[in-house]
């Protein structure tokens, strides 16, 4: 079998035999999986509605899996994107707040706020593993319940006892009134487009500069890369901060787009622990991340249109859709098959 | 150069008139293809019954895909295997594993912190009452290791024991599954002189008990020192089997290359001029504080090269490592040109004109995941012309890269094949590349023909001479005795972190360092023991 002909087919078993597992969990469980999945089809691209709330939802998971991907290239394993995107979420909605600036100073300058506080939040750990050799996972995970409870108490602060903040100034908004219209009123925001131009800017800096290569040999091999003169300090903690700006530019799109504005939150997000796996779905590399987030968001916001159309609790629905996204990610499986298939064929002949 | 057919001709003829032989294993005409690529072509290699039976080919010659082959891990796509006579499917290793084929590895398959029992009966655990019994099993690892003299104690911790001590659990792993037939994947390439003795006994001892013994190797004086037959490969063709007590290393090396190889590389006498490395009292401690290089002088000059003999861990490491600024110096000076690079990054010391060879090319010389092209710009990739403003131009560095795989002649499909596919003569070829084509003053080679073939080795050679003779300082580290004679103009024996003499290869001899590196200081009364008690000295 050709190599194009198994990466075409791969991802497509994978995703209908997770179908195929899905509908027998929900056959089981008494529910018609024709309905359930119909639902979860018009959950997705009903109508320019819901495909505009798709896109919305993809747009963070973007981001979010773009700085997984880029401490992953670098050798480190950042799970603290989540805290880094509640940091960056509030600041982002702070700047929208506290001043009204022209819309081309602080709509930037709001993002911008996001992309440090999530930098800075990438830094601490970046900067324990560097000097210290403390390990990130570590790090980060509590750096994650910090983010969390910290905001939570600023928000109390800012908004005098309240649990959210005020709406931001329109200046600061990345809601456009051209794509609200364009999909029936949703709430997609030019966000999207800014992951879009992330996704470059990673792929820039991984395939184009002298930091990427860096990055990428002490990812690879930090002996070999101190040998040919490479700070490898200097990189680790320059991926780690890299990698929370673009967690941070997450957390403003549901500031800036998504919300408009920052309320306390009782637990976490999910967003930065799913670009996780968005980012291992996209092996590691942008054009990866915008499939993997595609899955996610599209799937994420689809689901919830299954309890409404199709009266299938949320309780299963989430067991389907994470049975789906675990059969494409073990897409590996599916290949070995596939190869173990085409020798038992060659030695038939 | 007519004479290798004729010569493989003569000693197939020998074979032939004897069809009454016995053979424990028979590949014949194997053929193995990766894609376009033909790894084994025609290959047919007979082992007899007791005899220790050499495979011998360079680097990527297709000496491990062939044994790949036997031991299940490839299909072949032709040919066929007998075992004791009857042809047989190898689909995987435990087939390969009940017809009794065990195998050596190069690279020990040893759990680090488990005694060596549990090593051996690591996967087929005996159970008592569904208890591990590592008594029963201990006791039989005991008895094997007494037959066959391996002297091992099967309680030892893996990691508390020598590497030629854990050669021999990877043998007694072997032993113990029922293998009749071994097979030595390059077992000398880690051992110390001395193991490599005892490693022969045991081959021997082996053989004498009754086992076949297939030894794959490119070292020549091994495979004339213990081996019955020789099937030599190149370039994937089997070449022919030859006996080795009717034929010479040289007439091996002309086989295996395919050409006339020299064993001392020419070369003429040095012009040594000014001063290039100039170390001064050098301390280097290790990462537990102790002292391993202590007061250390030496200088290197244009025009030469000085090579430091001794015994491994003696201070060789940490010294290079001060030198290139990847260790912390203690006290003391290093000066490169006359300029004082002491405590400088090592990006620094390379931009003052050092050149690295790196002692271990995995760990250090290489990132294997990289294309071979983005190593060979390891260096170079932040520089004009291959990047401006922090933009890389990935076309200059394959431009590069192509122009050192020719240069260098390093067998590779493509500046865009991945450093891990290349075999390690070729992997040496493009770290060496890398440096030398960024033409340094001073150029520190450690252990730069460690595991190469004698093509490879003569190559490399007769580039540190050419750096040499083009006015180029070139400090050579090595273990091999042979090599510090032949290459070196002046020898400077380390022990102890010590330089303790400074000889000339032409008046010195192998003995005469082999003191020197045990710790005899004062190369006077050493000369004086040496002439009488010559034999006792030379094993």
Same mark, same amino acid.
């Given at each position: 079998?050709?190599?194009?002909?198994?990466?075409?087919?791969?991802?497509?078993?994978?995703?209908?035999?997770?179908?195929?597992?899905?509908?027998?969990?929900?056959?089981?469980?008494?529910?018609?999986?024709?309905?359930?999945?119909?639902?979860?089809?018009?959950?997705?691209?009903?109508?320019?509605?819901?495909?505009?709330?798709?896109?919305?939802?993809?747009?963070?998971?973007?981001?979010?899996?773009?700085?997984?991907?880029?401490?992953?290239?670098?050798?480190?394993?950042?799970?603290?994107?989540?805290?880094?995107?509640?940091?960056?979420?509030?600041?982002?909605?702070?700047?929208?707040?506290?001043?009204?600036?022209?819309?081309?100073?602080?709509?930037?300058?709001?993002?911008?706020?996001?992309?440090?506080?999530?930098?800075?939040?990438?830094?601490?750990?970046?900067?324990?593993?560097?000097?210290?050799?403390?390990?990130?996972?570590?790090?980060?995970?509590?750096?994650?319940?910090?983010?969390?409870?910290?905001?939570?108490?600023?928000?109390?602060?800012?908004?005098?006892?309240?649990?959210?903040?005020?709406?931001?100034?329109?200046?600061?908004?990345?809601?456009?009134?051209?794509?609200?219209?364009?999909?029936?009123?949703?709430?997609?925001?030019?966000?999207?487009?800014?992951?879009?131009?992330?996704?470059?800017?990673?792929?820039?800096?991984?395939?184009?500069?002298?930091?990427?290569?860096?990055?990428?040999?002490? *990812? &690879?091999?930090?002996? =070999?890369?101190?040998?040919? $003169? +490479? /700070?490898?300090?200097?990189?680790? @903690?320059?991926?780690?901060?890299?990698?929370?700006?673009?967690?941070?530019?997450?957390?403003?799109?549901?500031?800036?787009?998504?919300?408009?504005?920052?309320?306390?939150?009782?637990?976490?997000?999910?967003? *930065? &622990?799913?670009?996780? =796996?968005?980012?291992?779905? $996209? +092996? /590691?590399?942008?054009?990866?991340? @915008?499939?993997?987030?595609?899955?996610?968001?599209?799937?994420?916001?689809?689901?919830?249109?299954?309890?409404?159309?199709?009266?299938?609790?949320?309780?299963?629905?989430?067991?389907?859709?994470?049975?789906?996204? &675990?059969?494409?990610?073990?897409?590996?499986?599916?290949?070995?098959?596939?190869?173990?298939?085409?020798?038992?064929?060659?030695?038939?002949? | 150069?007519?004479?290798?057919?004729?010569?493989?001709?003569?000693?197939?003829?020998?074979?032939?008139?004897?069809?009454?032989?016995?053979?424990?294993?028979?590949?014949?005409?194997?053929?193995?293809?990766?894609?376009?690529?033909?790894?084994?072509?025609?290959?047919?290699?007979?082992?007899?019954?007791?005899?220790?039976?050499?495979?011998?080919?360079?680097?990527?010659?297709?000496?491990?895909?062939?044994?790949?082959?036997?031991?299940?891990?490839?299909?072949?796509?032709?040919?066929?295997?007998?075992?004791?006579?009857?042809?047989?499917?190898?689909?995987?290793?435990?087939?390969?594993?009940?017809?009794?084929?065990?195998?050596?590895?190069?690279?020990?398959?040893?759990?680090?912190?488990?005694?060596?029992?549990?090593?051996?009966?690591?996967?087929?655990?005996?159970?008592?009452?569904?208890?591990?019994?590592?008594?029963?099993?201990?006791?039989?690892?005991?008895?094997?290791?007494?037959?066959?003299?391996?002297?091992?104690?099967?309680?030892?911790?893996?990691?508390?024991?020598?590497?030629?001590?854990?050669?021999?659990?990877?043998?007694?792993?072997?032993?113990?599954?029922?293998?009749?037939?071994?097979?030595?994947?390059?077992?000398?390439?880690?051992?110390?002189?001395?193991?490599?003795?005892?490693?022969?006994?045991?081959?021997?001892?082996?053989?004498?008990?009754?086992?076949?013994?297939?030894?794959?190797?490119?070292?020549?004086?091994?495979?004339?020192?213990?081996?019955?037959?020789?099937?030599?490969?190149?370039?994937?063709?089997?070449?022919?089997?030859?006996?080795?007590?009717?034929?010479?290393?040289?007439?091996?090396?002309?086989?295996?290359?395919?050409?006339?190889?020299?064993?001392?590389?020419?070369?003429?006498?040095?012009?040594?001029?000014?001063?290039?490395?100039?170390?001064?009292?050098?301390?280097?401690?290790?990462?537990?504080?102790?002292?391993?290089?202590?007061?250390?002088?030496?200088?290197?000059?244009?025009?030469?090269?000085?090579?430091?003999?001794?015994?491994?861990?003696?201070?060789?490491?940490?010294?290079?490592?001060?030198?290139?600024?990847?260790?912390?110096?203690?006290?003391?000076?290093?000066?490169?040109?006359?300029?004082?690079?002491?405590?400088?990054?090592?990006?620094?010391?390379?931009?003052?004109?050092?050149?690295?060879?790196?002692?271990?090319?995995?760990?250090?010389?290489?990132?294997?995941?990289?294309?071979?092209?983005?190593?060979?710009?390891?260096?170079?990739?932040?520089?004009?012309?291959?990047?401006?403003?922090?933009?890389?131009?990935?076309?200059?560095?394959?431009?590069?890269?192509?122009?050192?795989?020719?240069?260098?002649?390093?067998?590779?499909?493509?500046?865009?094949?991945?450093?891990?596919?290349?075999?390690?003569?070729?992997?040496?070829?493009?770290?060496?590349?890398?440096?030398?084509?960024?033409?340094?003053?001073?150029?520190?080679?450690?252990?730069?023909?460690?595991?190469?073939?004698?093509?490879?080795?003569?190559?490399?050679?007769?580039?540190?001479?050419?750096?040499?003779?083009?006015?180029?300082?070139?400090?050579?580290?090595?273990?091999?005795?042979?090599?510090?004679?032949?290459?070196?103009?002046?020898?400077?024996?380390?022990?102890?972190?010590?330089?303790?003499?400074?000889?000339?290869?032409?008046?010195?001899?192998?003995?005469?360092?082999?003191?020197?590196?045990?710790?005899?200081?004062?190369?006077?009364?050493?000369?004086?023991?040496?002439?009488?008690?010559?034999?006792?000295?030379?094993?």
């Amino acid at each position: 079998m050709s190599n194009r002909a198994t990466n075409i087919l791969v991802p497509l078993i994978s995703v209908i035999l997770g179908l195929l597992v899905g509908a027998i969990i929900m056959l089981v469980s008494g529910y018609n999986p024709i309905r359930g999945y119909t639902a979860l089809w018009n959950g997705i691209f009903g109508d320019l509605y819901t495909i505009g709330e798709t896109l919305r939802q993809i747009t963070p998971y973007l981001l979010a899996g773009l700085a997984v991907a880029f401490a992953f290239r670098s050798g480190l394993f950042n799970i603290g994107v989540e805290g880094q995107l509640i940091v960056g979420w509030f600041a982002a909605a702070y700047v929208g707040v506290a001043v009204e600036l022209p819309k081309i100073i602080h709509l930037p300058l709001a993002i911008l706020a996001a992309a440090v506080a999530g930098a800075l939040w990438g830094f601490v750990p970046g900067l324990l593993k560097a000097k210290f050799r403390v390990h990130e996972v570590i790090v980060t995970i509590m750096m994650n319940y910090i983010a969390l409870h910290v905001t939570n108490a600023l928000i109390k602060t800012v908004s005098g006892g309240g649990d959210r903040t005020e709406l931001i100034f329109t200046s600061a908004s990345l809601r456009s009134e051209f794509l609200q219209n364009l999909t029936e009123f949703s709430r997609l925001h030019y966000g999207i487009l800014l992951a879009l131009v992330m996704v470059g800017v990673m792929w820039l800096i991984l395939e184009k500069t002298t930091l990427g290569f860096e990055l990428k040999a002490v *990812g &690879f091999n930090q002996n =070999a890369s101190e040998y040919a $003169g +490479m /700070n490898v300090n200097k990189n680790i @903690i320059l991926a780690m901060v890299i990698s929370g700006a673009f967690a941070g530019m997450a957390g403003a799109m549901e500031a800036l787009g998504t919300f408009e504005y920052v309320s306390s939150k009782g637990g976490f997000t999910g967003i *930065g &622990f799913d670009g996780i =796996a968005v980012a291992l779905l $996209g +092996m /590691n590399t942008p054009i990866g991340v @915008i499939f993997g987030a595609t899955l996610f968001g599209s799937l994420k916001y689809g689901a919830l249109n299954m309890p409404n159309e199709a009266q299938i609790p949320m309780e299963i629905v989430e067991i389907v859709i994470a049975v789906i996204i &675990f059969f494409v990610a073990s897409g590996y499986v599916i290949r070995l098959f596939l190869l173990r298939a085409a020798n038992k064929k060659k030695e038939v002949k | 150069m007519e004479t290798f057919p004729v010569l493989i001709k003569k000693n197939l003829a020998v074979f032939e008139g004897v069809k009454t032989v016995e053979y424990v294993v028979e590949m014949l005409n194997i053929r193995k293809e990766f894609g376009n690529f033909v790894a084994n072509d025609n290959i047919t290699l007979q082992l007899k019954k007791g005899e220790i039976h050499a495979l011998l080919g360079e680097n990527g010659a297709g000496k491990s895909t062939l044994m790949n082959v036997l031991f299940g891990l490839y299909q072949p796509e032709g040919g066929e295997i007998r075992v004791r006579g009857k042809k047989v499917d190898i689909t995987n290793p435990n087939i390969a594993n009940d017809l009794g084929i065990g195998m050596v590895h190069q690279h020990f398959m040893l759990v680090e912190n488990f005694s060596v029992t549990e090593n051996i009966i690591l996967g087929s655990e005996p159970t008592k009452l569904g208890v591990t019994n590592k008594k029963d099993a201990a006791q039989k690892v005991q008895a094997l290791s007494e037959q066959y003299g391996l002297n091992v104690d099967p309680y030892a911790i893996i990691e508390d024991i020598s590497v030629g001590m854990q050669q021999r659990v990877e043998i007694l792993k072997t032993l113990y599954r029922g293998a009749e037939i071994l097979i030595f994947d390059e077992p000398t390439a880690s051992l110390t002189p001395q193991e490599i003795i005892e490693l022969t006994q045991i081959m021997k001892r082996l053989v004498a008990e009754g086992k076949s013994i297939i030894l794959i190797t490119h070292k020549l004086k091994e495979i004339m020192d213990i081996s019955d037959r020789v099937t030599v490969i190149r370039k994937g063709e089997g070449i022919g089997t030859v006996v080795t007590s009717e034929t010479n290393p040289s007439e091996l090396a002309s086989l295996m290359v395919g050409r006339q190889v020299e064993f001392t590389t020419e070369k003429g006498p040095a012009f040594p001029k000014d001063e290039v490395l100039d170390i001064h009292n050098l301390v280097v401690e290790d990462y537990r504080g102790v002292e391993k290089v202590k007061n250390l002088n030496l200088n290197v000059r244009k025009g030469e090269i000085v090579g430091i003999a001794g015994i491994d861990g003696n201070g060789q490491s940490e010294l290079i490592e001060a030198i290139t600024g990847l260790r912390k110096v203690k006290s003391g000076t290093i000066r490169i040109n006359e300029k004082d690079v002491t405590g400088l990054k090592p990006r620094k010391v390379t931009e003052s004109g050092v050149g690295h060879i790196p002692q271990d090319r995995h760990k250090h010389g290489l990132v294997l995941d990289f294309p071979i092209g983005h190593n060979i710009a390891l260096q170079t990739y932040y520089k004009s012309p291959i990047s401006k403003n922090g933009i890389i131009d990935y076309d200059k560095i394959n431009e590069k890269a192509k122009q050192v795989i020719a240069d260098f002649d390093v067998r590779t499909q493509g500046p865009h094949e991945p450093a891990r596919a290349l075999s390690g003569g070729n992997q040496q070829k493009a770290i060496i590349g890398r440096e030398v084509d960024r033409d340094p003053d001073l150029l520190i080679a450690a252990l730069p023909t460690r595991g190469l073939d004698v093509g490879a080795i003569e190559f490399i050679h007769s580039r540190l001479i050419e750096q040499r003779d083009n006015g180029k300082a070139v400090l050579l580290i090595s273990f091999e005795l042979d090599e510090v004679m032949n290459v070196s103009d002046r020898i400077a024996v380390i022990h102890d972190g010590e330089i303790v003499d400074i000889v000339t290869p032409e008046t010195t001899t192998e003995q005469e360092l082999g003191l020197l590196m045990a710790g005899h200081k004062n190369g006077a009364g050493v000369k004086g023991v040496d002439k009488e008690g010559e034999d006792q000295h030379v094993e």
